[in-house]
Antibody
Framework: EVQLVESGGGLVQPGGSLRLSCSAS????????LHWVRQAPGKGLEYVSS????????YYAVSVKGRFTISRDNSKNTLYLQMSSLGAEDTAVYYC??????????????WGQGTMVTVSS | EIVLTQSPGTLSLSPGERATLSCRAS???????LAWHQQKPGQAPRLLIY???SRATGIPDRFSGSGSGTDFTLTISRLEPEDFAVYYC?????????FGQGTKVEIK
């Protein structure tokens, strides 16, 4: 069974940092592009960041560029999101999402269960 | 950036009725790189439709997608109780990948 399990969320103070992880199983991790998508409480889905299957290419939403860093360890089947200079606007559930192929311009087909990040003093 | 606008914001229907959801793009989505995701309260989204009209694995045939260019539609032929949820369209034609604001299908 294809599965994505996020972890690392929690309460962090404004200006702080946090690293999210997404552990994958049930598929050949290194063959697929991956994304992070977030959802603020009671709001819609917001794209955050993407990484190619090899990890050599990355992309960020304007709202997080320069503050967040996406990376992956294909030997550990794990995706990461390093977040810094966090503000209240970053409070959300963060989802790890798999694409249907190595090409990141393909449909988002499997979503993790999400991990909650709360930025508050 | 491709902006996706979904309508209506909320659709109030009864089980057994037909639901028609619209998604309009601010510019053409080439190769119909348009998907629909369903999200139930407290759950992660789930892919329903990709390529504008292809059902994802395990999705019942009462769900169908259509459209091209800038206008896309998700149709649920006969609503089942488990179909009451929020539906998001999403384009994966160009970065940044973008989502519509969602359509909530609620029980009338």
């Amino acid at each position: 069974e294809v599965q994505l399990v996020e972890s690392g969320g929690g309460l962090v103070q404004p200006g702080g940092s946090l690293r999210l992880s997404c552990s994958a199983s049930g598929f050949t991790f290194s063959s697929y592009a991956l994304h992070w998508v977030r959802q603020a409480p009671g709001k819609g889905l917001e794209y955050v960041s993407s990484i190619s299957s090899s990890g050599g290419s990355t992309y960020y939403a304007v709202s997080v560029k320069g503050r967040f860093t996406i990376s992956r360890d294909n030997s550990k089947n794990t995706l990461y999101l390093q977040m810094s200079s966090l503000g209240a606007e970053d409070t959300a559930v963060y989802y790890c999402v798999k694409t249907r192929s190595s090409n990141w311009y393909t449909a988002f087909d499997i979503w993790g269960q999400g991990t909650m990040v709360t930025v508050s003093s | 950036e491709i902006v996706l606008t979904q309508s209506p914001g909320t659709l109030s229907l009864s089980p057994g009725e037909r639901a028609t959801l619209s998604c309009r793009a601010s510019q053409s989505v080439s190769s119909s790189y348009l998907a629909w995701h369903q999200q139930k309260p407290g759950q992660a989204p789930r892919l329903l439709i990709y390529g504008a009209s292809s059902r994802a694995t395990g999705i019942p045939d009462r769900f169908s997608g259509s459209g091209s260019g800038t206008d896309f539609t998700l149709t649920i032929s006969r609503l089942e109780p488990e179909d009451f949820a929020v539906y998001y369209c999403q384009q994966y034609d160009s970065s940044p990948w973008t989502f519509g604001q969602g359509t909530k299908v609620e029980i009338k």
